[in-house]
């Protein structure tokens, strides 16, 4: 079964930079979409990238120019780049894929989550 793990979150101050990763398992084809979404206390989740089945990528307004994300299709992991981190940007930060179709920032189109990691930005 497919299974998304991530990690590199944690505690930096305002400016530093953190490098997410999301382990993927349970599948070989690299052909779905997979995103970053982050959820603040009391918020709604919200897209913060996503990176599509041809490489293509999306960022959220939020995200332009400070960060990245990539995919290494051999380690079947995907990064999310985070510089320049905002007190703004803390939040549970979580991987997603798609079943099928292409990239959407709406939550509810992705089939599989990953447990989330906190980044916390002081």
């Known amino acids: 079964h497919v299974q998304l793990v991530e990690s590199g979150g944690g505690s930096v101050q305002a400016g530093g930079s953190l490098r997410l990763s999301c382990a993927a398992s349970?599948?070989?084809?690299?052909?779905?979409?997979m995103g970053w979404f982050r959820q603040a206390p009391g918020k709604r989740r919200e897209g913060v990238a996503a990176i599509d089945r041809d490489g293509s990528t999306t960022y959220a307004d939020s995200a332009k120019g400070r960060f990245t994300i990539s995919k290494d299709n051999a380690k079947n992991t995907l990064y999310l780049q985070m510089n320049g981190l905002k007190p703004e940007d803390t939040a549970m930060y979580y991987c997603?894929?798609?079943?099928?179709?292409?990239?959407?920032?709406?939550?509810?189109?992705?089939?599989?989550w990953g447990q989330g990691t906190q980044v916390t930005v002081s």
């Open positions: 997603a894929r798609r079943r099928y179709g292409a990239c959407s920032p709406n939550a509810d189109r992705y089939a599989y």
């Open positions: 349970g599948y070989t084809d690299s052909g779905y979409c």
